[in-house]
């Protein structure tokens, strides 16, 4: 599914690459004897192979660093789900991590005994209605799954995959897709494909019962997301009889409580078939020894015809469909279409008319409804689908506003476009953005392996994905008139969320009986893949002094400038050492500054400028911190430049503007304190390290908001380059070049300003233990405990890195295997030992527990106790360790991350790589000294625990065993 988020990312085309709508097959070089096909110019120089199985293998090279993306890629997912068994395809996603009969098991005869005795009892569970009945016969599940788990070494694939140095190790599961991911070093493709042929060609339901338990925690979560409910609802109503609306990918929880484990064994051995399989890579790779290595591992699996599941055909939609939905979160309005699959013309038109309403500059619904205030905020996307695509609308409510008026004003924006009430140059604006997000967003391997994934799933001709963006540009604007004018009528759904009880489905807790981990046996597999030789490299540590050229402007401003050798693309930041902490009325102003015009320009010319440009303007606060960015292309940076700055300068006020910011900001205030996300992550978290009055709840209150002159607030914009700044430059121009424009064009004053003072919030000692309690109308229960540490500290850094590695990180940490594998009491829970952004802030020990209300109990005394007796596993610490070396030797910095890792080191005092410090003392580093740092820093420590939940349903008895509770009220989180 494309969402907006990765919608920029479809269809490749560059501005410094002439698409070619030709694709050739040829052999791949002279010793090569494999063919593949390829499309001339194409920005990735993408190789697609075929195997004699059918598994395709797409080839991407980027040298830029060490590593490659990884994504083997599925053609199946909730779509392909039996009508009776919704949910398959994302638990046999979480399934693929257990192991085979080679990895993970130590007495495979004997596992397989008991798991086929445990496979039999859940058919028995699933065809019995007595409830009495059932819960004996999961108490028989449960018993085998304790027998059976005594033949297997738990999280080998993860402890396999780790050793590699993979990072980013996950799966995920949609529509019509499922989709594994890994970033390896280079160096260890060879035993990244033993490993997964392997993982692909079987099936073994190992610790299925813990497993679903954690699908079930994570169906609860859901529960929790109004807006996922809220879109779930969108699909149901816009497709009444298709999967894309009547099977969610989470699947029922009707169904997620009668598992068949001989479904899922029927569903993988149908699908998981290589005529029905990718593999993706992109990065550091030689295409012809890869492509051979590929064969020789997955050459061997075995192709079989595909079941080809016909798919009903919705009616058209003759009127609006409209539908409530109840939560505790924010009001918002979501307005849906349904259009065309990929290979119609739909999705094409349907991404620029996204461009066109909501490009996050100068759309439609960017200057009509954001822009001029008229809802809190809206925005459109397209999501296209194999079978179908659909369009969305989404707007929250001003203070008052009703949803059907929110509707009323989203509609309009789509008659605007219908008849025809937008500039004649924005298509090619639109499409020109496109390919500049692009141009920068292919520089991630992830994101190249995302682009190519899709085109797999959907069955995208390649040689259409590259030429997309040049055929786009064709398109007129009497064409998008015409096709939205058929597209868009009454045929939409109309979904008011509003504030509300909700009805839920919760998916209770079953008797589990926790299974014991064995950490230190391992399979032949494992010890076989440990054995296999590997080349190390050494690992390149950033020289900041070398990799950094610095210059001044004007003899007092600062230049910092990093060369970019990739692309066309340019990014300047203006960087103050002031945020809000500094000036509460700076970061006012910067949320100002979006409405308002210049002496010359209204404020939607000012934004309908830079769009033609193609620079995008932002100005952002942080607490310490303000930045001043334009982006864009480097054949416009002395236009963007000169037009960037008239805008500093010459903002004017708009009283009209600032009142109607005003009572916005009063909303969203309001709103936050219905995000559970805002009150327990920003609001509760800030509570317990500052204590009552903090940085996050120290606001201008609404009375003094309202009093606020706007004419002060663009005089602190006017000023903002006349205080203490520096520049950051990454582009492709000379420093020489971008030095003479800016000695041109930067405007400031002779001396200057100091930077005001800032105020500080001092981090609370944890010297005893407290809860506090805030309450929400929730499913779950989420808890975060902090322990105040001492101030930054190189020299523990080793330590605390592997700690984090070893403890609390990845599939195979500690944590992770005792809270989730071995008694599935949480879907989500980690620890760690947090290293502060600036030299004089502290440590912090950190631990997060997301689950059931009645299971937190047991999940907080399960973290506790590995907090205070960490386990020891030799294999896995070595492991842990290993893994540790292999990421610091094959990531790079490059790019503009150059130039943030040198403002990061500042922070810490520093002016070198922090890696060229941990690194020597990771080979050497033993158990006992990871035991040392742990009984010093971890071991018997006082916590300040945060929690929310439902106040009902919520153990306060097992809370005080934490610690005297305390019961917060949202003011006394938020300060209002």
Excluded at 737 to 762: D, F, Q, W
Excluded at 869 to 893: C, H, V, W, Y
């Amino acid at each position: 599914m494309k969402i907006k988020s990765l919608i920029l990312v479809l269809g490749i085309a560059s501005i410094a690459f002439t698409s070619c709508s030709n694709s050739s097959q040829e052999p791949a070089a002279e010793a090569s004897k494999y063919s593949y096909e390829s499309v001339e110019n194409d920005p990735f120089g993408l190789r697609i192979y075929t195997l004699d199985n059918g598994l395709k293998v797409y080839i991407s090279e980027n040298h830029a660093e060490p590593r490659i993306q990884t994504n083997i890629a599925v053609r199946t997912g909730s779509k392909q789900d039996p009508k009776d068994a919704t949910g398959l395809a994302h638990y046999l996603e979480h399934m693929l991590f257990k192991g085979t009969s080679d990895i993970g098991s130590l007495n495979w005869d004997e596992e397989k005994k008991h798991l086929k005795m445990i496979s039999d009892l859940y058919e028995e569970h699933r065809n019995t209605e007595d409830m009495d009945a059932r819960k004996t016969i999961y108490g028989k599940i449960d018993s085998l799954s304790q027998i059976a788990a005594t033949f297997v070494s738990t999280n080998e694939y993860d402890k396999m995959i780790s050793g590699l140095g993979a990072q980013g190790t996950n799966a995920y599961t949609s529509n019509e897709r499922t989709v594994y991911i890994n970033d390896i070093p280079s160096t260890e493709l060879e035993k990244w494909l033993t490993i997964e042929s392997e993982r692909f060609s079987e099936l073994v339901l190992r610790l299925f019962h813990t497993e679903l338990e954690a699908v079930y925690e994570e169906f609860n979560r859901g529960q929790d997301s109004d807006r996922r409910q809220g879109y779930y609802k969108s699909l149901e109503l816009l497709f009444p009889n298709h999967p894309y609306g009547q099977q969610t990918t989470i699947g029922t929880s009707d169904h997620l409580k009668s598992p068949s484990m001989e479904k899922i064994h029927d569903y993988f051995s149908r699908r998981y078939v290589p005529n029905n399989m990718a593999i993706i890579l992109a990065g550091d790779l030689d295409p012809d020894k890869t492509i051979e290595m590929i064969d020789n591992h997955f050459g061997g699996m075995k192709s079989q015809p595909i079941e080809e599941i016909a798919m009903p055909t919705e009616k058209p939609i003759s009127e609006p469909v409209i539908a409530d939905v109840m939560g505790s979160e924010a009001e918002f309005e979501m307005v849906s279409f349904r259009l065309g699959g990929i290979h119609t013309k739909d999705a094409m038109y349907a991404e620029l008319l996204d461009g066109i309403l909501s490009n996050g500059n100068a759309g439609l619904i960017d200057l009509n409804l954001n822009q001029k205030q008229k809802v809190l905020r809206a925005y459109a996307s397209a999501s296209v689908n194999e079978d179908y695509s659909w369009f969305m609308l989404t707007g929250y409510a001003r203070n008052g506003q009703k949803l059907e008026e929110v509707r009323e004003l989203l509609l309009a924006q789509l008659d605007s476009v219908k008849n025809g009430n937008f500039e004649d140059w924005m298509i090619d604006a639109v499409v020109r953005s496109f390919k500049k997000d692009l141009m920068s967003q292919m520089e991630a391997n992830w994101i190249r392996a995302y682009i190519i994934s899709d085109a797999f799933i959907l069955n995208e001709d390649w040689k259409s994905v590259v030429s997309k963006y040049d055929d786009m540009a064709k398109v007129s604007k009497d064409e998008l008139i015409a096709w939205t004018n058929e597209n868009f009528t009454n045929n939409y759904v109309a979904m008011n969320k509003r504030i509300g009880e909700k009805n839920v489905s919760k998916v209770d807790k079953p008797q589990i009986t926790p299974i014991d981990i064995n950490r230190e046996d391992n399979s032949d597999f494992f010890t076989m893949i440990d054995t296999m030789e590997s080349m190390r490299l050494e690992p390149q540590f950033i020289d900041f002094a070398s990799a950094i050229q610095k210059s001044t402007i004007g003899g007092k401003v600062p230049l910092h400038y990093v060369k970019n050798e990739m692309n066309e693309l340019f990014t300047m930041n203006y960087l103050l050492d002031m945020g809000k902490n500094h000036d509460q009325k700076v970061a006012l102003a910067v949320d100002y500054l979006p409405y308002l015009g210049t002496d010359e320009l209204s404020p939607a010319e000012v934004q309908k400028e830079l769009f033609k440009l193609g620079v995008s303007f932002d100005v952002y606060t942080s607490a310490d911190k303000s930045y001043i960015t334009l982006t864009g292309l480097e054949e416009t940076f002395e236009e963007g430049v000169q037009l960037f700055e008239k805008i500093l300068a010459s903002v004017v006020a708009d009283e009209n503007s600032y009142k109607e910011m005003v009572m916005g900001e009063l909303k969203k205030r309001s709103d936050k304190k219905l995000d559970k996300g805002q009150i327990l992550f920003r609001g509760m978290a800030d509570y317990a390290k500052y204590g009552a009055e903090n940085p996050f709840n120290d606001l201008i209150s609404a009375d003094e908001l309202k009093a606020i002159d706007p004419n002060e607030l663009t005089d602190l914009l006017h000023q903002l380059t006349s205080f203490e700044h520096r520049i950051l430059y990454y582009g492709p121009q000379d420093i020489n070049a971008v030095s003479t424009v800016l000695e041109a064009n930067h405007k400031m004053p002779e001396t200057l300003m100091a930077l005001p003072a800032e105020k500080e919030y001092p981090e609370l000692a944890t010297d005893k233990n407290v809860v506090y309690f805030c309450e929400y109308d929730m499913v779950q229960t989420e808890l975060m405990m902090y322990h105040r540490g001492g101030t930054f500290d190189e020299g523990i850094l080793p330590e605390s890195k592997i700690f984090n590695e070893y403890f609390g990180g990845g599939l195979s940490s500690i944590v992770f295997q005792e809270i989730r594998e071995s008694k599935a009491l949480a879907y989500s829970a980690y620890a760690g030992y947090s290293i502060p952004s600036e030299a004089d802030d502290h440590n912090y020990v950190r631990g997060y527990i997301g689950t059931q209300a009645n299971k937190l109990g047991d999940a907080t005394n399960a973290l506790l106790e590995l907090m205070s007796n960490i386990p020891r596993a030799d294999k896995q610490f070595e492991g842990a360790k290993l893994s540790a070396m292999k990421q610091i030797e094959t990531n790079r910095t490059t790019g503009s991350s150059i130039l943030w890792s040198y403002e990061r080191a500042q922070k810490l005092g520093i002016d070198y790589d922090l890696n060229q410090k941990i690194y020597p003392q990771l080979e050497g580093m033993t158990f006992e000294a990871l035991q040392a740092f742990f009984d010093q820093n971890i071991k018997g420590k006082t916590y300040t625990y945060v929690m929310i939940g439902k106040k009902s349903e919520t153990d306060f008895e097992a809370l005080k065993k934490l610690g005297p509770v305390k019961e917060l009220s949202l003011k006394e989180v938020f300060g209002y």
